[in-house]
């Protein structure tokens, strides 16, 4: 780098910082009267200046930042493979799509295939197995963890059951001893959607580990209110080194090559091999081993990926802390309330407060309170994604998916649950104003 473009670079970064504290840095503390949202963004100078490095460098894909962030993501997880991408649904879609590979033999997922999963979900968990043309078989969920009921796992099992794809559900982990043994026993995938749970930790074999890198393959979402974000962005990781290449050839538009961004001929190989019917030496650059994407996330989401994964144990704790305000102050409410609990064996990174009235039928009412009062509140997700009308031209086809008993929680869920958030933004005020209308309202609609 010359002495000038050193000296305008400096510049830059002088203005940003000054920016930053001009325009973003005074503390803004809650007041009667203001929102308080279910999440979002907390960030300081070190984002805005990542962010203006990038821009100087005007390398707009994949470069630097990203190789940074994927090491310290897998570094902080545990695992060894991490794949940036550009969202965290599309995490999900590379995640399954990689267990589909042919490469993969007769452990692949093939069509028609079954995958056990819940209808209580965010739809990009099930989404990627109706489009691959796999079926989905929904299990209900148990109170009050909010996660898969692995006492259906033995009911949900055909000859045809290749994978569970589950989600830690608002950051709490699901069973995942039971799980792991299960999908040992049988020889099943296990796909873990750790969007909501990135930091959670869970005691398995006697060793604390993180969700995501227990099972064979995993996902995190960096869309604002998660824990860490980029904007849009998202990752898959894995201890698998045949599911880190193809998620990456998945990724970056079905190649076979491997040679990063700017990179030629890594393998020094790239005119001199043979694939399928191509001429001998058809240039590697140019060879497809699958049908895929390009999911791939920018240098900037990456630069400020890089700031936000510096400061997660902070934010795993402030979650955690203000979690631990709400449960306490709604302790004395749980005539009317079922409450929370952290699975066994767990040690969560809360993405929201969860809530369901032991009243049925009566949480609109209880929600138009809380929004009126300046409260964001948020559904778990689809509720019984069955009866979302994305699934209404799958209901007359036979075969698309099958359900595991009545789903009695699921649509208890649907009608009863919503949640608010605990994100690091939240000051004592704000979580005392929150918990304090929401015992309030719980009364007013009794």
């Known amino acids: 780098m010359h002495a000038k473009e050193i000296q305008l670079r400096d510049k830059v970064l002088s203005t940003v910082k000054e920016y930053y504290h001009s325009i973003h840095g005074e503390a803004r503390n809650w007041k009667p009267g203001d929102t308080i949202p279910y999440a979002g963004r907390v960030f300081d100078e070190r984002e805005m200046?990542?962010?203006?490095?990038?821009?100087?460098?005007?390398w707009l894909t994949s470069g630097r930042f990203s190789d940074e962030f994927e090491k310290k993501l897998a570094s902080f997880l545990g695992v060894k493979h991490c794949s940036l991408c550009n969202s965290g649904s599309s995490a999900n879609l590379l995640a399954f799509s990689a267990l589909t590979s042919p490469s993969l033999g007769p452990e692949r997922i093939l069509p028609g295939d079954e995958v056990i999963t819940t209808a209580c979900c965010f739809p990009t968990t099930v989404a990627p197995?109706?489009?691959?043309?796999?079926?989905?078989?929904?299990?209900?969920?148990?109170?009050p963890t909010y996660n898969l009921d692995v006492s259906q796992l033995e009911a949900a099992l055909s000859p045809r059951t290749k994978a569970v794809f589950a989600a830690h559900t608002l950051g709490n982990p699901f069973d995942l001893s039971a799980l792991k043994a299960f999908c040992d026993t049988y020889d099943l995938w296990l796909i873990e959607d750790n969007c909501d749970a990135l930091g959670s930790q869970y005691r398995i074999d006697g060793e604390w580990r993180h969700t995501g890198s227990i099972g064979d393959i995993a996902t995190s979402s960096f869309y604002p209110p998660h824990h860490i974000t980029m904007g849009e962005g998202g990752a898959v990781y894995t201890n698998d080194s045949r599911l880190y290449r193809i998620v990456n050839s998945l990724r970056?538009?079905?190649?076979?090559?491997?040679?990063?961004?700017?990179?030629?001929?890594?393998?020094?190989?790239?005119?001199?091999?043979?694939?399928?019917e191509l001429p001998f030496g058809y240039d590697?650059?140019?060879?497809?081993?699958?049908?895929?994407?390009?999911?791939?996330?920018?240098?900037?989401?990456?630069?400020?990926?890089?700031?936000?994964?510096?400061?997660?144990?902070?934010f795993i704790e402030e979650r955690r802390k203000n979690w631990a305000y709400l449960k306490e102050a709604m302790l004395d409410r749980e005539d009317e309330l079922i409450l929370p609990e952290p699975t066994k064996e767990s040690i969560p990174s809360w993405f929201g407060f969860v809530l369901t009235l032991k009243k049925e039928h009566?949480?609109?009412?209880?929600?138009?309170?809380?929004?009126?009062?300046?409260?964001?509140?948020?559904?778990?997700?689809?509720?019984?994604?069955?009866?979302?009308?994305?699934?209404?031209?799958l209901r007359a086809s036979k075969g698309v998916y099958r359900i595991v008993g009545s789903l009695e929680w699921t649509d208890r869920v649907m009608n009863d649950t919503f949640w608010v958030g605990v994100y690091p933004g939240l000051d004592h005020d704000t979580l005392h104003f929150l918990t304090q209308t929401i015992i309030s309202a719980v009364k007013n609609i009794s």
């Open 252 to 276: 970056d538009w079905g190649r076979d090559c491997w040679c990063p961004s700017g990179h030629d001929n890594t393998c020094g190989r790239r005119f001199n091999q043979q694939f399928g």
């Open 129 to 143: 197995v109706i489009q691959y043309g796999a079926v989905p078989v929904f299990v209900d969920i148990s109170l």
């Open 362 to 393: 009566r949480r609109n009412a209880l929600i138009e309170l809380l929004e009126s009062a300046g409260i964001q509140t948020r559904l778990l997700f689809a509720g019984n994604i069955v009866k979302q009308p994305c699934f209404d031209p």
């Open 49 to 58: 200046l990542n962010l203006a490095e990038s821009l100087c460098d005007f």
């Open 284 to 314: 590697h650059k140019y060879v497809y081993s699958h049908f895929g994407y390009n999911m791939k996330a920018t240098e900037m989401q990456a630069s400020i990926g890089c700031a936000q994964i510096d400061k997660l144990p902070i």
